[in-house]
C-alpha cells in the first residue's frame, strides 16, 4: 500500500468538526483552498494547506498524487440501499406511466412480491456477478462505504443466502458494506393472511438467529400502509435490540403511521422516507439523536410530489441524511450526485447540506463517524475528487458523473485520470 502526497485539491472539503451538526452548522464543510493530504498505511496522517503538507518530513517519501485542481471531499456514504436483487422492474416503471400506483401493481403481485419470487430462483453466482458490477459504478460515482438490507429473500434460507453474500462482497471488493436484516420489508406469499405468525417467526427465531451468527449489524422493518403496523414494528425492532442489532426504520413513506416516534422511542440510528411526517413529528424529530435519512430518488421515479420535509427538519436542528435507496422497484439509482441534485432542487437544501447529508451524517447514521464520512487525521483515506471548480457544480450538473478519481483507504479504485 502507497504513502500518498495528495495535492492540487483547489477545494478540500474535510468536514471536520462536531458529529452531528444541527442548525446553521449542518451546512460547516470544513472547506480548505489549495488543500492537501498526506495518507499513510490507508489512513490520513495529516490535512492541511499543500504549503503546510509539503514541508512536512513525511512527504518526502510519500509518492505524489496531483489531483490538477479538483474539487476533492470524502467518498459518499451511501446509509440506504438494497443492493441484492436478481433483475429490475422496467415493466412497473411503464405501468406507473400510463396510470398505475405503486400500491395499486404490488396488490397484483407485482412489487417487492415479484423480486422476492424471482430472487428465490436465482443462483448466488448470479446474484454475486450484479452486485460486484453495481459496486463497481457507485465507486465511480464516488461512493466509498454503502449499507446493504435483506428482504428481498422472506424465507429464512434467501434472507441469510444474502445477508451472507454481503459479508464475502464486504471482504472481496474495496468499498465497505454494512449489513441490515429486513426480513421486515414484507409479507411473505406463504404468511399471506397470516402477518402475526411471520411476525412471531422474525421475533422468536429469525432475529436471534442473525444476530448469534453475526450476519447483521442493523435490523430494519418497513412499517407504513402495506406494511408492518406499528405495534408488529415494535415488536420486531424490541427484539432486535434485545439481540444487540440495532433499529432502523422505514418510517411513513406513504401514509402517516407514527412510526417517525416509533423510532425515537426504539433509539433507532435512523428513519427512513419521511414524506408523510407531521409538524410535530419534525419537531420531536428534532430533539432526537435519530438520523432522518431522506430518499428523493423514490419521489423522482415514482412520479409523486410530496417529499420529506427536509427545510423543516433542518430548520428545527434535525440530523439530515441522503442516500440513494438503490432498489429495483423505486429507486434505480446508485448515483450519489444525482441524489444531491434533487435535494438542492426538490428539498431546498444547499449544497453544503446536502454534502454534509451524504458523508458525515451519513456516517453517523451508521455509528461509523469514528473513521469515516470527513478528511481527518487517523480516519480511513476515503475520497472522490470531481472535476468542477466549486463543490456547489457536483449538484449543479444534475445527472452527469464528474468523479474522476475514488479512493478507498489509501488504493485508488476509480480513476478517469490515467
Known sequence: MSDWLITGCSELLTLRGPVPRRGRAAEDVGILRDGALLVHNGQIAAVGTRHQIERLPESRRAEKLDLGGRVVLPGFVDSHTHLIFPAGRAEEYEQRIQGKSYEEIARKGGGISSTVAALRRTPVRRLR??????????????????????????????????????GRLHQD?????????????????????????YVDLLVRRWIPSVAAADLAEFCDVFCDRGGFSLAQARRILTAAR??????RVHA??????????????????????????????????????????????????????????????????????LATD??????????????????????RMTPAEA???????????????SHIGSLEVGKYADL???????????????????CSLTMKRGVVIHSKMW
Request: charged share 15%; aromatic share 8%.
Open 242 to 247: 434485545a439481540s444487540g442489532l440495532v433499529p
Open 384 to 402: 472522490a475528487a470531481f472535476d468542477v471548480a466549486s463543490y456547489r457544480e457536483i449538484p449543479y450538473y444534475f445527472g452527469v458523473n464528474l
Open 326 to 347: 438503490f432498489n429495483p422497484g423505486t429507486s434505480p439509482t446508485l448515483s450519489m450526485p444525482m441524489i444531491l441534485s434533487l435535494a438542492c432542487s426538490q428539498l
Open 252 to 321: 411513513e413513506q406513504f401514509a402517516p403511521t407514527g412510526a417517525a416516534l416509533l423510532a425515537i422511542e426504539m433509539e433507532a440510528a435512523s428513519a427512513d422516507h419521511l414524506e408523510q411526517i407531521t409538524p410535530g413529528d419534525v419537531r420531536a424529530l428534532a430533539q432526537s439523536n435519530v438520523a432522518c435519512t431522506l430518499l428523493p430518488g423514490c419521489v423522482f421515479h415514482l412520479g409523486l410530489s410530496r417529499h420529506a420535509p427536509a427545510r423543516a427538519l433542518l430548520d428545527a436542528g434535525a440530523i439530515v441524511v
Open 129 to 166: 456477478e450484479r452486485a460486484l458490477f453495481f459496486l463497481e459504478e457507485f465507486a465511480a460515482h464516488g461512493t466509498t462505504t454503502l449499507e446493504a438490507k435483506s428482504g428481498y429473500g422472506l424465507d429464512w434460507k434467501s434472507e441469510a443466502r444474502i445477508l451472507g453474500l454481503l
Open 173 to 197: 471488493q474495496p468499498l465497505d458494506i454494512v449489513r441490515t436484516f429486513l426480513g421486515a420489508h414484507a409479507i411473505p406469499p406463504e404468511f399471506r393472511g397470516r402477518a402475526g405468525a
Open 355 to 369: 454534502v454534509v447529508a451524504a458523508t458525515i451524517h451519513a456516517a453517523y447514521s451508521l455509528r461509523a463517524h
